[in-house]
């Protein structure tokens, strides 16, 4: 690839396992490259989820198979994912389309975060980048 190996467009975010309905889903993307500029929302008006650690499925491009986890900045509103946890991250996995999510919090290690307490009115709104090999 090289960069004039350029594309903008637009993808679906998806809740990756279980089912939903949407108020709003958009995002959109540029790759130069191997490198992929990503933005999304997703508001839920229903979810039933299956309590996968595999949030949000559809990115545009796999993602690079290698141990680097992309973060994304990230925000969300009407999310309780967890206990004592005061901070989350998102997350690009590597070799997939799939976004996963670690919540930390003072002085407690990163842990996965379950799609369990998605509910109706959640948003999450996320913008980052991470490498492909397409």
């Known amino acids: ?8 467009g637009t993808w ?8 939903a309905t949407y108020t709003s889903q958009r995002g959109t993307y540029t790759k130069i490259g191997r490198t992929v500029y990503i933005h999304m929302y997703i508001n839920f008006a229903s979810v039933s989820s299956s309590g996968s650690y595999d949030i949000i499925s559809g990115l545009p491009f796999t993602a690079k198979n290698d ?3 992309s973060g994304l900045a990230s925000k969300t509103n009407n999310w309780n ?14 070799n997939t389309t799939f976004i996963s999510a670690a ?6 290690n990163f842990a996965d975060v379950p799609t369990n307490n ?6 999450l709104t996320a913008s980052g980048i991470y490498q492909t090999d397409a």
């Open 1 to 8: 690839n090289t960069l004039d190996d350029y594309e903008e």
């Open 12 to 19: 679906t975010p998806v809740v990756a396992a279980g089912t």
């Open 67 to 69: 141990a680097n986890y």
């Open 81 to 94: 994912w967890g206990g004592s946890q005061t901070m989350i991250t998102f997350q690009v996995r590597p």
């Open 103 to 108: 919540s930390s919090g003072n002085n407690q």
């Open 118 to 123: 998605l509910a109706a009115g959640t948003w």
